[in-house]
């Protein structure tokens, strides 16, 4: 997309912790660059990252789990949702969709740079490596005033 390199790139890493709140914090911390034009990506595999159960173990946790993070991601906004996604171990199937939480702390850093913005899903497969689901979602102030962008953004 960019041959030249000329577009800097900053890595932030997962505090090893995995606190929460910590991670919507240094989202939050980071807002401010939005409005400069920097694009803040959170990566990883936020509805589900469980290399044991990848096989038919993990289809119902993996849906189960996927559809409460839609629900948070996209029903919510603001301080709901960041209290939803502080709470996430609560979720149905949370600890089998995540044994670990380095692949779902990226997606709180997110949020927390843009909390307030609604957010849509932006991908979605029901079969990924053949049984297992998972979402990606896309956090945005315009899709508030563009409800046609919104609509079509997985269609």
């Known amino acids: 997309?960019?041959?030249?390199?000329?577009?800097?790139?900053?890595?932030?890493?997962?505090?090893?912790?995995?606190?929460?709140?910590?991670?919507?914090?240094?989202?939050?911390?980071?807002?401010?660059?939005r409005d400069e034009g920097v694009l803040i990506v959170g990566s990883g595999l936020p509805s589900y990252h469980n290399l044991s159960s990848m096989?038919?173990?993990?289809?119902?946790?993996?849906?189960?789990?996927?559809?409460w993070l839609t629900e948070t991601m996209v029903e919510t906004c603001g301080a709901?949702?960041?209290?939803?996604?502080?709470e996430?171990?609560?979720?149905?199937?949370?600890?089998?969709?995540?044994p670990r939480e380095e692949h779902f702390m990226p997606l709180l850093v997110a949020v927390g740079a843009a909390e307030p913005d609604p957010a849509v899903l932006h991908y979605?497969?029901?079969?990924?490596?053949?049984?297992?689901?998972s979402s990606g979602y896309r956090l945005d102030a315009t899709l508030a005033t563009q409800p046609e962008t919104a609509r079509n953004l997985i269609s």
């Open 55 to 67: 096989g038919p173990d993990g289809t119902d946790p993996s849906s189960t789990f996927d559809a």
């Open 1 to 33: 997309m960019y041959p030249d390199a000329d577009v800097p790139v900053v890595q932030l890493s997962v505090h090893r912790g995995f606190d929460p709140a910590l991670h919507l914090e240094a989202g939050r911390a980071l807002a401010p660059l």
């Open 124 to 133: 979605h497969e029901d079969s990924m490596f053949g049984r297992i689901t």
């Open 80 to 86: 709901e949702r960041s209290q939803r996604l502080l």
């Open 88 to 98: 996430w171990e609560a979720a149905p199937a949370a600890r089998l969709a995540h």
